[in-house]
């Protein structure tokens, strides 16, 4: 009993502080420490953080690392070579200002589907952004909502093929690739973005008939976040062609899908089981398609640009330290979560999800996913929690019920998806001081585009999966 309330008690202190503005790397082991405490096991306490917590840490370092920095790395090269701001003028050009939202929303899509973090995309977009709604005079309070529709949703969850973290994370556990469940997917994704769009749209309608425009702003700086404005003067003189800053983009997905489908399926890799004995072949190919592909497209955005770079040393030196927090703060969060999994508390905890549908375990999951999400406010956060406790067992549940592994993956990463967003998450609060808004003002509906309509297309995939299986 007192287990469980030592769990319930750091969870609601972790949101608290998160939202507070903490950092979770300091936040993640506390808690974890103070869970161990209230359980009243004093004598696991030390080791409870030297072997258990940082255990964890460095087991998700040791998977998903290469992902993070070469995501990262990516990002920085589009923006820094004007190739982001280039694909953002040519969308923005052939729809006009008149079509400022779905401007905006199609170009954090196009981003980072290919690859772009999705900080970046936010930096890089709001100047753009901020000018295509003052023109059209649509509220501001709706950028962030835009922003976050294109960059955090159908593209980062459920769209197949996607290189974000969070498509990675299930493959070492179910064995599948980030093309899981590719039809499923696409009509998840396509639910998030028409359904998204027309929100918005109708919200935009709504102010015109009140009488509200753009509203009245100090845009000189970016929300106030440090030299976020001077860098996108910097992007804005350099002249890179739409077609130059697409190539990067589709080898991502090109090259990925390439080796996921015809070139590892053609490689016996029998010598290197021999080699590496205890190596996971199944579990990896996947990895390595998003590394191989990150890591030539970085290569060919490098040579494409070749001698106009302002300073390519300082891009990829800024991409590498970009890195840092974000990988630090999930693996933080796997590294407490691997603390609680490890109280007698959570047994409880885990059988109460694990058998809320037995007959179903793709409820089951996508209850367990979204709500870590939830609580850590980060869907790779509370995915990699969620999946490095439960991720065996679902598997099993999953292979005992006849259902797809890959249908598996799909519904885990999309409903991780889902309550990430709550006003705590590091990503909203970080946007909206991109934007130099409030919760009050824009979060509404930016919780509507994140998170409402992102479980609605949760529950469509579980509904289709469980009547036609995975496609």
Known sequence: MFSTLAIVITLLLLMFFAYRGYSVLILAPIMATLAVLLSGDFLSTIPAYTDVFMGALSGFLLKFFPIFLLGALFGRLMADSGAATAIANTVVEKLGASKAILAVIL?????????????????????????????????????????????????????????????????????????????????????????????????????????????????EDVGGVGATAKEAEVLSTHQTSFTVAMIPLVLV?????????????????????????????????????????????????????????????????????????????????????????????????????????????????????????????????????????????????????????????????????GLDTLPHSGAVITLLAICGLTHKQSYLNLAMVTMVIPLVAVVAVITLGTMFGSF
């Not at 064995?175 to 396509?190: S, Y």
């Not at 997905?253 to 205890?278: E, H, K, R, V, W």
């Not at 927090?325 to 979560?337: D, M």
């Open 107 to 219: 170009v954090c899509a196009i981003l980072t589907y290919g690859g772009v973090s999705l900080f970046v995309v936010a930096f890089a977009i709001y100047p753009i952004a901020k000018d295509l709604f003052k023109a059209a005079d649509i509220p501001k309070r709706l950028i962030p909502a835009a922003i976050a529709l294109g960059s955090f949703t159908f593209t980062m969850t459920a769209l197949p093929g996607t290189p974000a973290i969070q498509n990675a994370i299930p493959i070492p556990y179910y064995n599948t690739n980030v093309f899981a469940a590719p039809i499923l997917g696409i009509i998840g994704g396509t639910i998030m973005f028409i359904c998204g769009w027309l929100w918005l749209q109708s919200r935009a309608k709504k102010a015109n008939a009140a009488g509200e425009g753009y509203g009245q702003h100090d845009d």
């Open 253 to 417: 997905i090109g090259l990925n899908a390439l080796l996921t489908y015809a070139i590892f399926p053609s490689i016996d890799f029998s010598s290197l089981q021999a080699q590496f004995p205890d190596l996971n072949i199944a579990g990896s190919l996947g990895l390595w398609s998003i590394i191989i592909s990150l890591v030539l497209a970085c290569v060919v955005l490098i040579l494409l640009r070749i001698g106009h770079w302002n300073n390519l040393q300082k891009t990829i030196n800024r991409g590498t330290y970009d890195s840092m927090l974000p990988i630090f703060n999930t693996a933080s969060e796997v590294g407490y979560g691997a603390v609680i999994a490890s109280l007698a508390g959570f047994l409880i905890i885990r059988d109460s999800i694990l058998n809320l549908t037995p007959d179903n375990p793709l409820i089951s999951e996508a209850v367990a996913m979204t709500t870590l999400a939830g609580i850590t406010g980060s869907s790779s956060g509370g995915l990699s929690i969620a999946l490095s406790t439960l991720g065996e067992d679902y598997l099993r549940m999953a292979v005992n019920a006849g259902i797809d592994p890959e249908l598996m993956h799909r519904v885990a990463v999309m409903a991780a998806g």
